[in-house]
């Protein structure tokens, strides 16, 4: 099955004491590179969570971003030092009776003092958290997982037809090579027949060299090594695996041999095949890296 690496996917969990949203979203990497980002009440899950999505995707750059927002009042404990109060009130009047002017000294000035007021957090049930977390976990990947069969779907498409059109050209290819060899025999023939000026033509020594020259252009093995490679990634988007690394690999013998058959080449026609098909292969290869 073909998976995009590109997706996104979001959920919520919620219960009486807090809401937890999770959303995921990704691009192409080569392997997978999860970022997670959590709240530090939740960062003893951060193991947890990186497992569980691991075990569902296998490549791509994925961003991961936990929300919690807690409904209860509950969850910090404001207490006052009364001891340091006391002594800011007994400093502060001793100060004022000193120098002799009024001591304005208030409640609230006091409790602006370092250390007067003492902000304590409550500790967190994290079993429900956990239930909380997983859950909108769940949901995030379900949609996430979605949305890349979705658009691999419409890549395995696009792929599938552009294998058609490479089997297309790669016919063309075994219609135009046989012309070659006949064209080549008969443009020696008459070349050597000019130079004789009517003289016996050494047909062996014609064949000899029609042969080297149908040696050195034969590309017979790669046109046949293309329809190969063309069946078995047609194949492989059927596997129910990551596909991606495979397709590329594919990608990269396709290329080569048009390569070669460039490289082979001595006719205009098969020349321009050639170039239509390293087009064509590029334009698989931009595609493929879009493949989980």
């Given amino acids: ?44 899950l951060e193991s947890q969570i990186r497992n569980k999505i691991s075990e569902s995707i296998f490549r791509g750059k994925v961003d991961v971003f936990v929300t919690l927002n807690e409904h209860s009042d509950a969850c910090y404990k404001v207490s006052i030092n009364e001891t340091i109060a006391e002594e800011y009130a007994r400093g502060l009047s001793a100060m004022a009776e000193h120098l002799g002017i ?30 909380l977390v997983l859950s909108a976990l769940d949901t995030a990947i379900d949609q996430f997982v979605q949305s890349r069969i979705a658009e691999g779907k419409r890549l395995e498409e696009d792929l599938l037809a552009k294998m058609d059109e490479l089997t297309s050209l790669v016919d063309k290819l075994e ?41 050195k252009i034969c590309i017979d093995e790669e046109m046949v090594r293309l329809k190969s490679h063309v069946a078995e990634t ?18 990269q013998e396709l290329n080569r041999e048009a390569n070669t058959i460039l490289s082979k080449s001595t006719d205009v026609e098969i020349s321009d095949i050639g170039i239509i098909l390293k087009t064509l292969i590029e334009k698989v290869r931009e595609q493929i890296q879009n493949i989980e």
């Fill in 175 to 215: 219609k135009r090579s046989p012309d070659i060899i006949k064209e080549y025999k008969e443009k020696l023939s008459g070349k050597i027949a000019e130079l004789l000026e009517g003289n016996n033509i050494d047909e062996t020594r014609i064949a000899q060299e029609v042969t080297i020259y149908a040696d």
């Fill in 1 to 44: 099955m073909v998976r995009s690496m590109t997706g996104y996917g979001k959920g919520f969990a919620e219960n009486s004491d807090a809401r937890v949203t999770i959303e995921m979203k990704s691009v192409n990497h080569r392997y997978l590179d999860l970022n997670i980002k959590l709240p530090k009440k939740l960062n003893f």
């Fill in 102 to 131: 009024r001591n304005d000294v208030s409640a609230s000035s006091i409790s602006r003092l370092p250390d007067v007021i003492e902000i304590e957090e409550l500790e967190t049930d994290e079993d429900s958290l956990k239930g």
């Fill in 234 to 251: 047609k194949s492989v988007f059927a596997l129910d695996k990551e596909v991606g690394r495979k397709l590329d690999f594919l990608a």
